[in-house]
C-alpha cells in the first residue's frame, strides 16, 4: 500500500463547477499537508499548504485536513478553464521530505 | 521573480550512454533537491542537498545515479548508463531553510529523459 493515495483521474467538468479533490494517507506522523498544481510540461507550483487539521481558505480554493480520517481535499469554486491542470498533494512529517500523490488530472471546459 | 532553472529542458539519449542535468536554484535557497516523476505519478526525491552536503539520498540508485553541489550553489545530476526505466521528468527543488519543518519547495520546469 502506498502512503499517499490519490485517485488519478481524469476528471471533465464544466466551467464554474465546484471541483473536489481528495488524498487518504497511511503514515500519522504525517503533519504538513500541501497541494500543488502542475501544468502540463512544467514543474509543480504550490497552491495551498496546511498544518495539521482544519480548513484554509484562499480565493477559490480550499483546503480541508481530517487527521482522524487520514483524509484530505482540496475544493475548487467557481471553476475556470485555466485550473485545468494536474494537481498533485503532498505531506511530510517532522522532516521535510515530501510524499506525493500520484495527481489528478483535472480538465474544465468552457 | 526569482526562479529555479534547469538545463537542458528535453534529452534524448539511447541506453548506456551517459547524461547530465544542470540545476541553478533561487539565490539564497540553501536545501536543493531532484525528484524523480515518471508519467503518471507523482514526483519521488532523489537527493537532499544542505549546501553542499548530501542529507539524503536514500532512493537514489547509486550504482548509475550520482548528484553534486560542489560550492553549494547549482547542482549536477548524472546518470551513467541510462536505462529505459530511467524515461521521466527530472525535478530540480530549492527551499530557503531546511530545519526540521517543512519549507516551500520552488520547482524548476524540469528536464524530460528520453531513453531509447
Known amino acids: 500500500q502506498k502512503e499517499v493515495e490519490q485517485d488519478p483521474g481524469p476528471l471533465s467538468v464544466p466551467e464554474g463547477a465546484i471541483v473536489s479533490l481528495n488524498c487518504t494517507y497511511s503514515n500519522s506522523a504525517f503533519q504538513y499537508f500541501m497541494w500543488y498544481r502542475q501544468y502540463s510540461r512544467k514543474g509543480p507550483e504550490l497552491l495551498m499548504y496546511?498544518?495539521?487539521?482544519g480548513n484554509k481558505e484562499d480565493g477559490r480554493f480550499t483546503a480541508q485536513v481530517d487527521k482522524s480520517s487520514k483524509y484530505i481535499s482540496l475544493f475548487i469554486r467557481d471553476s475556470q478553464p485555466s485550473d485545468s491542470a494536474t494537481y498533485l498533494c503532498?505531506?511530510?512529517?517532522?522532516?521535510?521530505?515530501?510524499?506525493f500523490g500520484t495527481g489528478t488530472r483535472l480538465q474544465v471546459f468552457p | 521573480e526569482a526562479e529555479v532553472a534547469q538545463s537542458p529542458r528535453y534529452k534524448i539519449t539511447e541506453k548506456s550512454q551517459a547524461v547530465a542535468f544542470w540545476c541553478d536554484p533561487i539565490s539564497g535557497h540553501a536545501t536543493l533537491y531532484w525528484y524523480r516523476q515518471i508519467l503518471g505519478q507523482g514526483p519521488e526525491l532523489l537527493v537532499q542537498f544542505q549546501d553542499e552536503s548530501v542529507v539524503d539520498d536514500s532512493q537514489l540508485p547509486k550504482d548509475r545515479f550520482s548528484a553534486e553541489r560542489l560550492k553549494g550553489v547549482d547542482s549536477t545530476l548524472k546518470i551513467q548508463p541510462a536505462e529505459l526505466g530511467d524515461s521521466a521528468m527530472y525535478l530540480c527543488?530549492?527551499?530557503?531553510?531546511?530545519?526540521?519543518?517543512?519549507?516551500?519547495?520552488?520547482f524548476g520546469p524540469g528536464t524530460r529523459l528520453t531513453v531509447l
Open positions: 527543488a530549492s527551499s530557503l531553510v531546511a530545519g526540521g519543518l517543512a519549507d516551500e519547495q520552488f
Open positions: 503532498a505531506m511530510s512529517g517532522a522532516t521535510d521530505k515530501l510524499i
Open positions: 496546511t498544518y495539521s487539521s
